[in-house]
């Protein structure tokens, strides 16, 4: 993409974030839910098809886009980017990336306009890092697959209207190869909701368990349309979304430290501004330190993807250390902040608790060691 | 029915102006630009005037060095249907714009051009006015309504204390106020849809307007730092100093 067209698209996405988004944030943690007409006002910003292709009637950007906009998302509360994050991400790339031609065709569009809310169905009560022992069983009659099984966890499921669900298609492989990935629509019949999660932070995200009893699948919905895929499939879904998450996790970060700055250089402690004390500053260093460090390895590694290099290794280390890092950036935002941090008055507050979900979601940070120790090994070994 | 949108690169409304140290104009280097935004309410009104089936083509113009095809480029990505860039690297005053701007009308016949009221840089308010008496046509100033209905149009106005309408005949010069809409965001997909539509480039030579300035700018001033505040002891001390020092009675 020529560079002038990036910044654009970076500027008005901006522009968007901290004039209309940044006012509505105490309302969107008092309500725990964004409110419809900004759901509405995200369609038609056209964020819905960020990442799916131009000739399906989205955008296509490429990474280094695709990362440049997440720093401008990350700087309001993760909700907003929710609202559309499964389409961008975990609940449209599974198609985007290994779809057939006519599933691409029939969904890929009305993800693109927002019409339709994508979401993605691995994690179960007892799978989550564990990925490729999915329980949930998907058996073949005729035309169709029969899937039972329940997903925990499911972020969008409440607005889902079509599910990439992971089932394990062949019982006599317990591992990676017997899973398979379906397009489920979210209205088949025998899908039922559990009741939305109580958690820790990102309130006005909305997870929750799915059920699928005796639920038929048309066996051209099978993603790719070949069995045992799935976990393939799962895995470079995740690779692309883990720039992603950590782009997000870059622009939270520049944002607790604009509030960290702002308050350390109009607070006064001993009769002066707190900014001028060096244990203060010693933070604010180390915060900002951090975050250009991560946001340097988050570009290069998007560089990197769209120049067609395999990006697995790079993808981990990146989400390992800008979760992480936006975790002790929270942290010490609260610490400048005082007594005042814990208060739900200022914004670090509900940030503080929002950002501990990025090192466990879409692969814990223990995952991605493994996976980066994984892929030093290979590359080592050939 | 045609309409005209001159639009003007401005220092993004949302940055903190500093003034050169030699006071001969306000830091422009590495500084954040952005259209104009009562230009951007401009914009806005043409769109909706095209929405609902009035205007049938929107030109977005801008003047001055290569930057302004980044604000041309916005304008489009709002709606705009094709953009003027006049191309000129000196310091243009409302009198030189004015003049251009009639050059554009000449080729263009619009029937509408709708401006914003002033610029937020120099505050000058006086481009609409001076475009309507080189052109002869009438003007609507301070809009915050606009009707069009059988080749008339109806403007209300924002003035002191109140508002005025009017009804003007087509074509004429409409200045929009803050009140008048709230300007969209460009869509994604029309930003990245914008790269494609075209911008005509043009000189004030081929215009056959001499832009030169007319007046000199003397300097340029930070406003008068507002000095602390003083705590009085007593309702007599600020009796006294209210009339002795404030000589507010």
Known sequence: MDLETRAHLKETVRRFVRERLVPLERKVEEDDAVPAEVRAELKRLGLFGLTIPAEYGGLGVDMATDVEIAFELGWTSPAFRSVMGTNIGIGSQGIVIDGTPEQKKKWLPKLASGEIVGSFALTEPDIGSDAASVKTRAVKRGDRYVVNGTKRFITNAPYANVFTLMARTDPSDPGAGGVSAFIVAADSKGIRLGKADAKMGQRGTKTCDVFFEDVEVPAENIIGGREGQGFKTAMKVLDRGRIHISGICVGTAERLIHESVGYAVNRKQFGKPIADFQLIQAMLADSRTEASAARALVLETAGRYDRGERTTMDAACCKYFASEMVGRVADRAVQIHGGAGYMAETAVEHFYRDVRLFRIYEGTSQIQQLVIAREMRRAFEG | ?249
């Open chain 2, 1 to 249: 029915m045609k309409v005209l949108v001159p639009i003007k690169r401005v220092v993004d409304a949302n940055v903190k102006i500093r003034v050169k140290a030699d006071k001969t104009g306000v830091e422009l280097a590495n500084v954040k630009m952005a259209m104009n935004p009562f230009d951007e309410i401009a914009v806005e009104e043409a769109i909706r005037l095209f929405e609902a089936k009035v205007a049938t083509e929107i030109v977005a113009v801008s003047m001055g060095g290569q930057a302004c095809q980044e604000t041309i480029r916005t304008a489009l990505a709002m709606g705009a249907d094709r953009g003027i860039h006049v191309k000129t690297d000196v310091e243009l005053q409302p009198l030189a714009v004015a003049k251009l701007l009639k050059a554009i009308v000449a080729k263009e016949n619009p029937q509408l051009v709708i401006m914003g009221k002033q610029a937020i840089d120099d505050d000058c308010n006086q481009t609409g006015q001076m475009l309507a008496g080189l052109l002869g046509w009438p003007q609507g100033t301070f809009a915050s309504k606009l009707a069009l209905a059988a080749g008339k149009i109806t403007v209300t106005r924002e003035i002191d204390g109140g508002l005025e309408t009017v009804l003007l005949d087509l074509p004429a010069i409409v200045t929009t106020d803050l009140r008048l809409n709230q300007p969209r965001y460009a869509s994604l997909p029309n930003i990245m849809k914008a790269k494609k539509k075209l911008i005509a480039e043009t000189t004030p030579a081929e215009l056959g307007v001499d832009p030169a300035p007319r007046l000199t700018t003397l300097k340029v001033e930070e406003p008068v730092k507002r000095k602390g505040g003083v705590k009085v002891k007593t309702v007599q001390e600020l009796v006294d100093k209210l009339h002795n020092e404030a000589k507010v009675f």
